[in-house]
């Protein structure tokens, strides 16, 4: 599977924005689905991460109940909102895909741009 992330790009303090990560291929639905970032100077680090189906749903304990990850099987496609967005969200965001949820991501996703200026 080929992901292409989109969306980032700059907004202010408290504003908000939408990723889509969308995938190629017709077996989108055998993977689990993350989002990750990375910011200059630290390690990448998950965000969200939604099982096979949509159903199941985990944060990192810095964006929980700001940011939303979803996802939409027919149109093979991850979203991440991101409300309430901090100067501290500012990194690269990547999706990731797991086949079969197991753990591993093993597909990755160019990077899109976050910047949140203060």
């Known amino acids: 599977v080929q992901l292409q992330a989109s969306g980032g790009g700059l907004v202010q303090a408290g504003g908000s924005l939408r990723l889509s990560c969308r995938a190629s291929?017709?077996?989108?639905?055998?993977?689990?689905m993350g989002w990750f970032r990375q910011a200059p100077g630290k390690e990448r680090e998950v965000v969200a991460a939604?099982?096979?189906?949509?159903?199941?749903?985990n944060y990192a304990d810095s964006v929980k109940g700001r940011f939303i990850i979803s996802r939409d099987n027919a149109k093979n496609t991850v979203y991440l909102q991101m409300n309430a967005l901090k100067p501290e969200d500012t990194a690269v965001y990547y999706c990731?895909?797991?086949?079969?949820?197991?753990?591993?991501?093993?597909?990755w996703g160019q990077g899109t741009q976050v910047t949140v200026s203060s």
């Open positions: 990731a895909a797991d086949y079969g949820g197991q753990g591993s991501y093993s597909h």
């Open positions: 291929g017709r077996t989108f639905g055998s993977y689990a």
């Open positions: 939604i099982n096979k189906t949509g159903v199941r749903k």
